[in-house]
């Protein structure tokens, strides 16, 4: 749990310094974002292999080695001498992520009896609202107290940034390395070509959503279609070889294949608030960045309270059940968000509705997942569904982009350019795309909703664990 913590609040700090490390550094701000999404280009399509990985080596051990690089490459980057060494440092950091997401999950499922399983991802879910709480709030005080370069350096005991968050990173390190080694599996394979395709075309797909906008139509048309080959690629070798990266028993599962699908659903629907409410608060509004940063804080928060207690839900509910439920609180804040947009009160219960709905999804789906993976394929598995996540939020915001670019009017900036009076109008205009937005998105929530209610149920012994978890909640076994 303190490793999630840890990304997390690593993501919501560069979200706050980032202005200044573009004026520091004397680089674009389009440039410096580069920061962040190499970051994430680079978790999200190294996160098979690191399962795979940690399937084969032992989970604990690779997921050690994830938070040395994460916090040796942290603290590298607070001595970066240009935005080039800044983003190669933040490239190996997300490689460390990595390593770490990818067998985070697998560590929960391998050292909980099947009853307590959804209650422990329950509460390492909480870390990422505790990490999300902190995070902005800590960047704005380390940057503007420090330097941006401080944000690097809370990972270790050098001064006063360190009194806030090195402790942290102590206990991470320590309850790592207190979990004995998982059984090594030398018959799982690395399948280094499958390794290699998958970084190459989820890496491009995601260099592609995120480079669209600063490239020319026919450039971005190349580098979709390259793309899209590269995923045909994928998809081929899988099916060929002899031992893919991801087994076929998992390739063939309908209920992981379900779980999977239901993560790009929801992530693709939190997307559009994410972005779109703060987005909305300041150029719709009229709102300071500290005011929609002050206004956003009510989403972590019921993320950190609502998986406190939705892990311990899940243990009674059905995982399908809950799942659905929290897809309908998704469909339900999207409908709000659409309704009430322009008025505050309606944006921020619509953004309440959405954090439950995402705390409640994550233990049951994650649990109903992992439960039909086999012991040497819990990181994999694990590793899919923070691929789905990795994915579907980028996918989400571009699609966002494109849906507000293409239902706006053309000449919408050049009125509130010209005429101050226009604003109003403008402004009403922006809303009108905005709301055809939200409603657009309704469509993938549904699609999720439905594959959640068609996957089948859980294995027999996971429905038997939840019954006899309603009679005793005995503390949490660790397996030797």
């Known amino acids: 749990m303190p490793g999630s913590l840890l990304t997390t609040i690593d993501q919501g700090v560069m979200d706050v310094c980032l202005v200044t490390i573009a004026k520091e550094l004397a680089t674009p701000l389009h ?54 060494a800044l983003i190669a440092l933040r490239a190996v950091q997300g490689l460390g992520q990595s390593l770490m997401s990818s067998n985070s999950l697998a560590m929960v499922k391998f050292f909980t009896r099947p009853e307590q399983t959804s209650v422990a991802i329950g509460y390492s879910h909480s870390m990422i609202g505790l990490g999300m709480s ?55 394979s690395l399948d280094p070509v499958g390794s290699v395709l998958t ?64 993560a790009c659903g929801l992530y693709f629907g939190v997307s559009l608030a994410r972005y779109l409410t703060p987005l909305y608060l300041q150029l719709g509004m009229g709102w300071s960045q500290a005011d929609t940063g002050l206004a956003m804080l009510c989403q972590p928060l019921t993320l950190l309270l609502g998986g406190l207690g939705s892990g311990r839900l899940a243990a009674r509910l059905s995982a399908r059940a809950q799942t659905a439920l929290s897809l309908l609180l998704l469909a339900a ?61 980028p996918l989400g915001i571009v699609c966002c982009n494109a849906l507000l670019s293409a239902l706006s009017p053309p000449h919408a900036a050049s009125l509130d350019e010209k005429n101050a009076s226009s604003t109003a109008a403008t402004a009403a205009i922006d809303a009108g795309a905005a709301r055809t937005t939200v409603w657009l998105y309704l469509l993938p929530t549904a699609a999720a909703l439905a594959v959640t209610l068609m996957r089948g149920k859980p294995p027999e012994a996971i429905s038997v664990a939840r019954r006899t978890s309603t009679e005793s909640s005995g503390p949490v076994r660790v397996r030797s």
């Open 31 to 84: 440039r410096a974002q580069w920061v962040v999404l190499v970051y994430l280009l680079l978790s999200a399509s190294t996160q098979v292999a690191a399962g795979r990985l940690g399937d084969r080596y032992s989970k604990p051990r690779v997921y050690r080695v994830g938070l040395l690089i994460f916090i040796g490459s942290s603290t590298s980057c607070a001595f970066a001498p240009s935005i080039e």
């Open 199 to 262: 970084f190459a075309s989820v890496g491009g797909s995601l260099f592609t959503l995120s480079a669209a906008q600063e490239q020319e139509a026919a450039t971005s048309l190349w580098m979709a279609v390259g793309s899209a080959l590269l995923l045909l690629l994928l998809a081929l070798w899988l099916r060929c070889a002899a031992r893919p990266l991801v087994p076929r028993p998992v390739l063939a599962s309908w209920p992981i294949r379900c779980g999977v699908l239901s």
């Open 134 to 188: 902190l995070g902005p709030p800590l960047g704005g005080l380390l940057t503007s107290a420090f330097g941006w370069r401080s944000v690097f350096l809370i990972n270790l005991p050098t001064g006063a940034p360190s009194n806030l968050w090195f402790p942290t990173c102590v206990l991470a390190m320590a309850l790592v390395c207190t979990l004995p080694d998982t059984p090594a599996s030398g018959g799982v």
């Open 333 to 393: 804040a999207i409908l709000l968000l659409g309704a009430g947009l322009g008025s505050f009160w309606p944006m921020g219960a619509s953004m309440v509705l959405l954090a439950a709905g995402q705390s409640l999804f994550q233990p049951a789906n994650a649990g109903f997942v992992l439960a039909f993976a086999a012991q040497d394929q819990l990181s994999v598995v694990g590793a899919l569904l923070g691929m789905a996540r990795g994915i579907a939020l």
